[in-house]
Nanobody, 123 residues
Framework: QVQLVESGGGLVQAGGSLRLSCEAS????????MAWFRRTPGKELEFVSAIKRSTGQTYYSDFVKGRFTISRHNANNTVSLQMNSLQIEDTAVYFC????????????????WGQGTQVTVSA
């Protein structure tokens, strides 16, 4: 059984940085398609970033491109999301997701989810 546990959320001022981590068990991140999504109140789940298992190629939504970086750390079986230049609009619960086949930005195709970690960006 695959389990994902996020950590690293918190409160930060606009312009600041946070690093989220997603620890996987039951399957290696190297053999999984991994992604980050987020949910803000009143909005649907939004795709943030994904990393492709086979090539390590990374993908980002337009609103985080250039500010966020997804990375895979095989040694400790984690995937991280480095978030820089945070904006108030980035306030959300961030979820780590995993799949056995490439799912890109389609949340419905990710069967494995973490519990989420809150990121709050203040003015």
């Amino acid at each position: 059984q695959v389990q994902l546990v996020e950590s690293g959320g918190g409160l930060v001022q606009a312009g600041g940085s946070l690093r989220l981590s997603c620890e996987a068990s039951g399957r290696t991140v190297r053999s999984s398609e991994m992604a980050w999504f987020r949910r803000t109140p009143g909005k649907e789940l939004e795709f943030v970033s994904a990393i492709k298992r086979s090539t390590g190629q990374t993908y980002y939504s337009d609103f985080v491109k250039g500010r966020f970086t997804i990375s895979r750390h095989n040694a400790n079986n984690t995937v991280s999301l480095q978030m820089n230049s945070l904006q108030i609009e980035d306030t959300a619960v961030y979820f780590c997701a995993g799949a056995l086949s490439w799912a890109y930005a389609d949340a419905k195709r990710y069967p494995y989810w973490g519990q989420g970690t809150q990121v709050t960006v203040s003015a």
